[in-house]
């Protein structure tokens, strides 16, 4: 199992969860951002810079990821796309998208966006609370470890 992160928009203390996480557990952690990421010295973090422009990270995520890999992300299309190679996919707030769950986000989704285009105020995200920092990192070690368990990169989130 590899962890790709789309880290242009990921919170530092998110990142620091998986700086932690990706060593305990020897997992190999891809940071992909289009600007310049400082990571820790380890040969299981890495970062990757790519190019300015709409999606390109994500894109690069979605060539890049496999069945079985975790994807950390809050962008809903990044997270449908990567589901679609039957990847795992966690929220910055510790949500697990699912293939059946992942519709109702699309949806919400857009009809925010047109809520916007029309000029309604729909204000932005939460600031991120100590509460969302232990759901991730929660849902994080849940994820990671019955992965380890299991001896396979084919995890269902769906069961317990």
Known sequence: MKIWVDADACPVVIKDILYRAAQRLQQPLTLVANQMLRTPP???IRAV??????????SYIVEHA????????ADIPLASEVLRK????????GECYTADSISEQ????????????AGVDTGGPS?????DRRAFANALDKLLQKALRMGTARVDVDKP
């Open 42 to 44: 380890s040969p299981l």
């Open 49 to 58: 810079q790519v190019p300015q422009g709409f999606d390109v990270a994500d």
């Open 66 to 73: 496999s069945s079985g890999d975790l994807v950390i992300t």
């Open 86 to 93: 039957e990847a795992l996919v966690l929220s910055p707030r």
């Open 106 to 117: 699309l949806t919400m989704r857009d009809m925010m966006e047109e809520l916007r285009s």
């Open 127 to 131: 600031v991120l609370s100590q509460a």
